[in-house]
């Protein structure tokens, strides 16, 4: 038969203790993305963290930078947007042009965030063309970016 005493009490409080802490864990976890997480809530964009994601990171520059004739980045052209300088390995519907982003033209920074954010979503809500990657970047990471794509002059 049980008996309830002091040092049976004290575990029976515990375990409630460590219960209640473990479902509030979980609650707190499935109220969904915090506000960084949406893009409601973000510092102002870091241009140079911005600059070195689109050029060293996410790649940004290598498809929307012009090349000159021997495949070098043209230093007056970056950004600018221009013929993708790679084919697809197979056939499908792959972009052959990439566009301007120097500055984002058409681009809120809300949409420009779900861009980077939720996997190369365009303007219309729609996913954009291969090769553009399927990035999931922080909001503040795309902030970032937005920051230096609308710096550039």
């Known amino acids: 038969m049980w008996r309830w005493d002091n040092a049976d009490m004290?575990?029976?409080h515990l375990?409630?203790?460590?219960?209640?802490?473990?479902l509030l864990a979980?609650?707190?976890d499935a109220q969904g993305p915090q506000a960084h997480e949406r893009?409601?809530?973000?510092?102002a964009g870091n241009?140079?963290?911005?600059?070195?994601l689109a050029e060293r990171v996410a790649m940004c520059i290598e498809c929307h930078s012009r090349r000159d004739?021997?495949?070098?980045?043209?230093?007056?052209?970056?950004f600018e947007g221009g013929p993708i300088?790679?084919?697809?390995?197979?056939?499908?519907d792959w972009a052959n042009r990439a566009p301007r982003n120097k500055g984002l033209p058409g681009y809120s920074d809300e949409q420009a965030i779900r861009l980077l954010t939720q996997g190369a979503i365009g303007r219309d809500g729609k996913p954009l063309r291969p090769p553009m990657p399927r990035f999931r970047m922080t909001t503040?990471?795309?902030?970032?970016?937005?920051a230096f794509l609308r710096s550039l002059p």
Do not use: C, K, M
């Open 26 to 28: 979980v609650a707190v």
């Open 69 to 78: 004739a021997n495949g070098n980045l043209l230093q007056s052209e970056l």
């Open 47 to 52: 241009i140079e963290h911005g600059r070195y």
């Open 15 to 22: 375990a409630i203790a460590l219960t209640s802490a473990l």
């Open 140 to 146: 503040q990471d795309a902030a970032d970016v937005i």
């Open 10 to 12: 004290t575990y029976r």
């Open 85 to 92: 300088p790679f084919a697809p390995p197979w056939p499908n």
């Open 39 to 43: 893009g409601t809530a973000h510092r």
